[in-house]
């Protein structure tokens, strides 16, 4: 099975700031990768598909990067309604492996 | 849209159907997944039918113990889980694979999720 490792498990960070989210595949998944935010006692909500294309109606201020084993989910300027736990997830393998999560929190 | 339903208190070692109904989409098209997360925990791939229901998946975890089912004439996904452990508490969520060209696929939407609780 692909593992999916995301760093770090939990960042603080302020409205305004740029906060970068890593995740790592245990082998090449090429672009199979795609990143979801979730808020408390909600289901998650798709942000990017295929490594770095944007989900209609996400907020421009999201962005991802990367193919083979490395990427990145960016928020150029994070905003209030930016606090929440987010995951990856690969589609190269029929298990869809999702990251153990990332929880940003307001410093 | 999704809607999770099924899901309760059941002792351990006992057996549950959980139910995933579809709206608004051609669902006959489109594959289903579950997906469940224990509290205060991350996401986990459980369970996957293919469109026609011919193709089933599970993780390790359910092998054996869970299995998947679809009704195309009710639009409507089943997860019928039996022996059921302490570590099988979580919500279950059901999601629609979306397929896109070259074979990036993603999940979209997502139902509300439904509570299952394993304790005597």
């Known amino acids: 099975d692909i593992q999916m490792t995301q760093s770090p498990s939990s960042l603080s960070a302020s409205v305004g700031d740029r906060v970068t989210i890593t995740c790592r595949a245990s082998q090449s998944i090429s672009t199979y990768l795609n990143w979801y935010q979730q808020k408390l006692g909600k289901a998650p909500k798709l942000l990017i598909h295929g490594a770095s294309s944007l989900q209609g109606g996400v907020p421009l201020r999201f962005s991802g990067s990367g193919s083979g084993t490395d990427f990145t989910l960016t928020l150029s300027s994070l905003q209030p309604e930016d606090f929440a736990t987010y995951y990856c997830q690969e589609t190269y393998s029929m298990h869809r492996t999702f990251g153990q999560g990332t929880k940003v929190e307001m410093k | 849209q999704l809607v999770e339903s099924g899901g309760g208190l059941v002792q351990p070692g006992g057996s549950l159907r959980l139910s995933c109904a579809a709206s608004g989409f051609s669902f006959s098209n489109y594959g289903i997944y579950w997906v469940r997360q224990a509290p205060g925990k991350g996401l986990e791939y459980v369970s996957s039918i293919s469109s026609n229901g011919v193709a089933t998946y599970y993780a390790n975890s359910v092998e054996g113990r869970f299995t998947i089912s679809r009704d195309n004439s009710k639009n409507t996904v089943y997860l019928q889980m039996g022996s059921l452990r302490a570590e099988d508490v979580a919500v279950y969520y059901c999601?629609?694979?979306?397929?896109?060209?070259?074979?990036?696929?993603?999940?979209?939407?997502w139902g509300q999720g439904t509570l299952v609780t394993v304790s005597s």
């Open positions: 999601a629609r694979e979306f397929q896109a060209y070259g074979g990036y696929v993603w999940f979209d939407p």
